[in-house]
């Protein structure tokens, strides 16, 4: 438990380390659980393509033009 010095092991640098892995444990766990739950938004959602597509179309994000040719491409 004691160090050659005297001093303990988890004084100093080693105490710094558990509490940012402390941290570290907790925000990764809560982004885990707001991650998962339903009604967020997540960049990592079931939308195809097409779909966005169309959701920026209709959210007026881009023109009828640029909708088009964008919606070709995909269909190839």
């Known amino acids: 438990m004691f160090a050659h010095d005297g001093t303990m092991w988890f004084g100093g640098g080693f105490m710094w380390l558990f509490w940012i ?3 570290v444990v ?3 766990a809560v982004k885990l659980v707001v991650g ?3 009604g967020t938004t997540s960049s ?3 939308e ?3 779909d966005i597509l169309k959701r920026r179309y209709a959210e007026g994000e881009i023109d009828e033009a640029e909708f088009e040719r964008r919606s070709r491409q995909l269909k190839k």
Do not use: Q, T
């Open 48 to 50: 195809s393509a097409l």
């Open 26 to 28: 907790i925000a990764v």
């Open 36 to 38: 998962n739950s339903p």
């Open 44 to 46: 990592g959602n079931n």
């Open 21 to 23: 892995l402390l941290i």
